[in-house]
């Protein structure tokens, strides 16, 4: 079990395989919202309406994602991770330092959606037979791992 969120004593061994892929992915797509919500706020240059327009579109959505994973997790039993010390153990992600140029936001933006498809795939694999949404998927990441695939700025992340 990932560090910072514990699984209720009676779960299974899959429903704590996917509430650990769970807490990580809730903790790397919340750091993604930090960074983005970041990049918002600091983002300046030529490009500066243009993504200070898009950064705000995806804190949005990773702010609803948050809230829906961590209802998915509360929704098997468990408490979901809600510090900003859970998720520094639990992310994948490396914190905003300082203020990058427009490109590097961008670039660190696309290298962070790839990751939290990755953690989103990785409750698709843990998830139960049961839990499936339409074509087999998990209902619960398969959502957050199709907004991520979608965003402009994630070529790679469907790979």
């Known amino acids: 079990m990932a560090k910072g969120n514990s699984a209720p004593t009676k779960a299974s061994k899959q429903e704590k395989q996917v509430i650990e892929a769970l807490s990580n992915l809730l903790a790397d797509s919340y750091t993604l919202y930090l960074k983005t919500h970041n990049y918002h706020w600091n983002v300046s240059g030529p490009m500066f309406t ?20 961590a209802e998915r997790i509360r929704s098997i039993g468990a408490p979901a991770p809600g510090s900003y010390a859970q998720f ?61 695939e979608r965003r402009p700025e994630c070529p790679s992340a469907s790979g």
């Open 50 to 69: 243009t993504l200070h327009t898009l950064f705000e579109t995806q804190y949005t959505e990773l702010a609803l994602a948050v809230d829906e994973i």
């Open 88 to 148: 520094s153990e639990l992310t994948k992600l490396k914190e905003a330092i300082g203020v990058p140029p427009a490109i590097e936001m961008v670039e660190q933006l696309v290298h962070d959606q790839v990751l939290v498809t990755q953690s989103a795939r990785k409750v698709v694999a843990a998830e139960p037979p049961r839990s499936v949404g339409q074509g087999g998927r998990p209902k619960s990441a398969d959502a957050q791992r199709g907004k991520a």
